[in-house]
Structure formats: structure tokens, C-alpha cells
């Protein structure tokens, strides 16, 4: 991953601890997040700490591990997150030994680890600013926000800041807990995905390749992208459908049932390096996202409009937040693989289209870009800071005010 060229400092410098709830050897969207954004952070000369589980050893002096994470469901997913309450010991002594001068929490009412680390930042340092980041959005609501809504606000409530990655994400978190949201999205290395020099992965050769990338959960769509690709392949056979992702018992009934039925040009492609994956994308003339459902923005959208690659997408609030249809890529009805299928159809008959939502989706990536993006998210602490001083400058003034002896 490439850094920031460094900055000249005009922020006061500030010792900042970012919290992720999930375990911090599993990738994810918002571990790779956290991770980007320190390091950013650090290249405008700020102290980062970085509070995660893991359920190994983590070298890197910049992470604190704080406690074993689990596996647990979660909006059609499985997570791993901390749920021992003893946690919260270690936590305080931590936070009282740093000092740290911003506490950014990422899904700061996921249990046990972010709940614990909003309840003892302010006894620990009361000048302390906490920000959380809202990233998930799930269509169907939040049973956790919903029954445990009256216990979570005495948490909510030692946020100073709130951010979320999207209007879908802000919409989504103030159902259940109203407040002002700053929208700052998700960012990406825009450089690492656009460079012109980037081997494409070999063995894809001589035809239109589409690509997936992601977990074969049925949120993601896979099914309906594979019965599309059916009728893509029937209308023109030199396409091919290039599927990357990690191992589970679903991807395995996928790649079961193509074998079975003969379809043909599906390539499943192991799990990649998140370094590597790049390389499909440059080997690729159109990438497909086809989720049902919760996605509050859509990182792989991000990754292939960098990359250059013209993007179709479901029509769910979180890639409608990203892609313009028809502008910077194509948004269709999520679940219709006959609609899926027109689309993909259309864009591999037409090149000239494809070079031209994909130039387009090239330059709109740019607001994503992680430079500016953590620019936002450092002057969104500056004015919390800021607010705080006014606040506490007040309150000095009143107690001098109120301890002043009468004339």
C-alpha cells in the first residue's frame, strides 16, 4: 500500500487511538479501513494506536490486542468479534496509560470491545475526544439497536462525533439513534489500483472477462450472477466469468452445481492476496456486484472503478450512493438475472460504452481517494477539539464568574 507523500503540519499533533471491533488477523472492510487510516494518520506526524481482538499474536507494535475474538452471525454474515466482559479491565488500564487525545471507535455499539472502550475513555483522560464510525446497513433492521436500543444510548451518548460511510449507513443507525452524522465514505489507495503498470493475471486471454470478487454468501448475489452469465454465454460464447473469493461450503455447492450442469467458461479462482487481487481486475473487461442486500457502500465498487473497470452493480442504496447510472457505471434490478443478463450483454457487445463508464467511474474515485478522505476525518477531530475547548473554556469562565467575591 502506498502512503501519503508527507504533509506540513498545520493541525495540532495528536495522540489518537483507533478501535476496530473484529479480529485483526481476519480481513474485512472495516479492518482494512482502520488499518489505511492510521497509517495516513502517522504521515501527518500524529501518534496511532490501533485497539483490535485478535486471536493470535500480533507483532506490530502500533496494534494493542484486546481480547480473543468469536465468530457470530451478523446481517447474513459471520463475524469475530470480543464478548468476554472481562475485557473491560485491560481496556481501562490501557486508556489509562496512553492518554490518547481522540478515541475513534468503528461500530461503536458492537458488543463487548467498543462498548467497554466508550465507557472508560473519559475516566481515563476527561479531555478525551470519542468519534465513532458507523459502517453497516441492513435492509430488513437491527434486532441488536432495536431490543437493546434503551441500554446502548447511555454508550451513544459518549460519542462527541459521529460519522457514518454513507447516507444509506447514516439513514440506517439514526432509525434507532437520532443525532447529527458526518458523512465521510470509506477510502481507497486509488493509486495502488490505477497504476498502468500492473501485470494482468494470466490465462484469461482471447475473451470478455467478467469478474466477482467477495464471499459467496447469498446476500452477494452469486447465483443470480451465475444464471445471468448462463444467458450472456448463450448469446456470445467468447465471455467468460471469473469468480475470486475465499473457500465455505457455499462456494463449494457453486462450484458443485456448474460442474454438474456443464456450464461453461465459469472459473472459480481461490482466495487471492489482497496485493495480487488487482491483477484480475487488469485481466478483466467488466466487473459485477449483484448483492441482495446490506451493503452500505460498496468497497469493491471502489476497487474496480479505480482499477479502470466499467462496473454493473444491483440497484441497492449502497451502490447508488457510489455509481450514477448510466453516467459511471450501470445499476439494475437486484435479484433479476434476465435484467442482470441484458446488462452484462450489452456492455460486452459495446467497448466503446465500457471505455467510457469506465473513464468516467476512473475520475469520480477520486473523492474516495484516501488522502483526501483522511484529510475529512482529521479535521472533523480538529473542530470536535476545538468545540470541546470553547466548551470547557465556558465552564472556566462561569466557575471563576461564580467564585468571584461580590463588590
Not at 460442474?259 to 461453461?264: E, L, T, Y
Not at 441484458?342 to 475520475?363: I, M, Y
Request: net charge positive; aromatic share 8%; hydrophobic share 40%.
Amino acid at each position: 500500500m502506498t502512503t501519503a507523500e508527507p504533509l506540513v503540519m498545520t493541525e495540532r499533533p495528536m495522540k489518537i487511538a483507533i478501535v476496530s471491533p473484529y479480529d485483526w488477523q481476519v480481513p474485512g472492510g472495516v479492518n482494512t479501513h482502520v488499518h489505511a487510516l492510521a497509517q495516513q494518520l502517522r504521515d501527518r506526524g500524529h501518534e496511532v494506536k490501533i485497539l483490535a481482538p485478535s486471536a493470535q499474536p500480533v507483532e506490530d507494535p502500533n496494534v494493542i490486542v484486546l481480547g480473543r475474538p468469536w465468530p457470530v452471525a451478523a446481517s447474513g454474515s459471520v463475524v469475530r468479534i470480543a464478548l468476554d466482559p472481562r475485557v473491560g479491565r485491560r481496556v481501562r488500564q490501557v486508556l489509562e496509560r496512553e492518554q490518547f487525545d481522540i478515541v475513534h471507535v468503528h461500530e461503536p455499539l458492537m458488543p463487548v470491545l467498543a462498548i467497554h472502550v466508550l465507557r472508560h475513555s473519559k475516566t481515563a483522560n476527561p479531555a478525551v475526544v470519542n468519534v465513532g464510525t458507523f459502517h453497516a446497513t441492513k435492509d430488513g433492521g437491527n434486532r441488536l439497536y432495536a431490543y437493546g436500543r434503551r441500554l446502548l444510548k447511555r454508550w451513544f451518548r459518549e460519542l462527541d462525533g459521529k460519522i457514518t460511510v454513507s447516507p444509506p449507513a447514516g439513514q440506517y443507525v439514526s432509525r434507532y439513534f437520532h443525532g447529527y452524522y458526518n458523512i465521510i465514505p470509506n477510502g481507497l489507495d486509488v493509486e495502488r489500483w490505477a497504476r498502468p503498470d500492473v501485470i494482468p493475471a494470466p490465462g484469461f486471454e482471447g475473451t470478455t472477462n467478467i469478474l466477482f470478487t467477495g464471499r459467496a454468501e447469498k446476500r452477494k448475489g452469486l447465483a443470480v450472477l451465475i444464471r445471468a452469465f448462463g444467458m450472456v454465454n448463450a448469446r456470445n460464447p467468447e465471455t467468460r466469468l471469473i469468480i475470486v473469493g475465499p473457500d465455505s461450503h457455499a462456494r463449494r455447492r457453486y462450484e458443485a452445481s456448474v460442474a454438474k450442469s456443464g456450464r461453461r467458461g465459469i472459473i472459480f479462482v481461490p482466495e487471492q492476496p489482497y496485493s495480487e487481487l488487482v491483477r484480475f481486475h487488469k485481466a478483466s473487461h467488466i466487473f459485477c456486484a449483484p448483492a441482495l442486500g446490506n451493503e452500505s457502500q460498496g468497497y469493491v465498487l471502489l476497487e474496480a472503478m479505480s482499477a479502470g473497470v466499467p462496473v454493473v452493480a444491483s440497484n441497492i442504496d449502497g451502490y447508488a450512493s457510489v455509481i450514477t447510472h448510466d453516467a459511471d457505471g450501470l445499476l439494475v434490478r437486484p435479484g433479476d438475472s434476465m435484467v442482470l443478463a441484458d446488462a452484462l450483454t450489452s456492455l460486452v457487445n459495446d467497448p466503446a460504452r465500457r471505455a467510457a463508464l469506465a473513464a468516467a467511474g476512473r475520475l469520480k474515485v477520486e473523492a474516495y481517494s484516501w488522502p483526501r478522505v483522511a484529510q475529512q476525518v482529521l479535521s472533523y477531530y480538529e473542530r470536535l477539539r476545538d468545540q470541546q475547548d470553547t466548551v470547557e473554556a465556558s465552564r472556566r469562565q462561569a466557575r471563576r464568574h461564580t467564585l468571584a467575591p461580590a463588590p
